[in-house]
């Protein structure tokens, strides 16, 4: 496999066979990624790789939280807080397809809760990865921090697993950092579910559309 098709083939896995991801694969992946660019070389990356008690632990304070009705506090401000064109448009496609690989109706607010909380369960993935950066880097070592995932992404298609990031599992930074004895100088940016993908799931069996080169490239001779 090329890294034109790991490229192409890459897909947010939100379902997974139950089988354990060695420690030794973990390792070659960041190992990999850790080779990702960033300015000046700073490497602004820290990683906390999770599983067993730990990382239910973690998956029953965040859907506690969202069921005792606690309101989100995330470190950063993922999306816009108001949804314009074209974004719009493709943020309501995206789910759409989602909620037609699951089988959810437009009217149907309880299977799409349901479908939320599979976030704060790691989509049943025997791995989550926890990405955070020091609150002293600014916006350009958030961009290196983008590069760095995506290697991790990359490395871990090659090995034949499945991730997903999910800026959802960032919600309630404060109950992860506590969790996982974090200091609160860190911004948690993401969590990154990580194994071995159940092909024969629908969910996994869906792809998203992308735009064509032209739509978002200007060429000057």
């Not at 490497?43 to 069921?67: D, F, Y």
């Not at 479908?115 to 916006?139: C, E, H, T, W």
């Not at 629908?202 to 998203?208: A, K, L, S």
Request: proline share 5%; glycine share 6%; hydrophobic share 35%.
């Amino acid at each position: 496999m090329n890294i034109t098709e790991i490229i192409r083939d890459r897909i947010s896995t939100r379902a997974y066979v139950n089988k354990m991801v060695s420690r030794e694969t973990i390792t070659h992946i960041l190992d990999t990624a850790r080779w990702s660019p960033s300015g000046t070389n700073t490497q602004p990356w820290k990683v906390v790789v999770v599983q067993g008690e730990t990382k239910q632990a973690i998956s029953n304070a965040l859907l506690n939280a969202q069921k005792q009705g606690v309101k989100p506090n995330p470190d950063y401000d993922y999306y816009p807080t108001e949804w314009v064109e074209p974004f719009k448009s493709r943020r309501f496609e995206c789910g759409m397809a989602l909620y037609k690989a699951l089988e959810i109706g437009r009217e149907d607010k309880e299977k799409r809760l349901e479908a939320a909380l599979a976030n704060y369960r790691f989509f049943g993935a025997p791995v989550s990865l926890f990405f955070f950066i020091d609150k002293v880097m600014q916006q350009g070592s958030w961009f290196d921090m983008g590069m760095f995932l995506q290697s991790v992404m990359l490395a871990a298609e090659e090995q034949g697993l499945g991730s997903c990031p999910q800026a959802s599992t960032s919600d309630y930074p404060d109950l992860v950092r506590e969790i996982l004895s974090v200091s609160d100088q860190f911004s948690l940016i993401c969590g990154l579910s990580l194994g071995y993908p159940d092909t024969e799931n629908p969910v996994n069996n869906y792809r998203t559309s992308r735009e064509e080169v032209d739509t978002f490239t200007t060429w000057f001779d």
